[in-house]
């Protein structure tokens, strides 16, 4: 059909793609076609693997934010090569994560009045993830 020769744009349904998947490039692209020629067109796609929790002083050692206890803020969270600083509510999150085992810990000279547990292993996989990972602090 000589109508559909010439210029388009396509795009990605983003509604087309499962729970936990992002496009990596651009959802939209601009076309030529010409008559009797083959096109494919594809949009590569990324898992989402984030990794987030709140930093806070656990004054009971249960290893669990009761109401009571205060979140940590300013506190240098760690994942591999990666790092953020908590907000004023304690809360940090890590995104686009690489596949691998990584330690999870609070680097000790940012909250040096407090005693840090020894990192925890995260393993991210090849496939989306939401890891929500709470990280308790105690009085020294």
Partial sequence: VDALVGEHTVALDLRSLQVGYLPSKSVKRQINLSRGVRYEVSFPIVAQRTVSGRVFHDYNDNDYMDDDEDPISDAQVILGALNVITDKDGYYILTNLSAG?????????????????EAEAIVVANEPLDIHKDIPVKRK
């Fill in 101 to 117: 085992t990584y330690d999870l810990y609070v680097h000790p000279n940012s909250v040096k009045e407090y005693r840090v547990d």
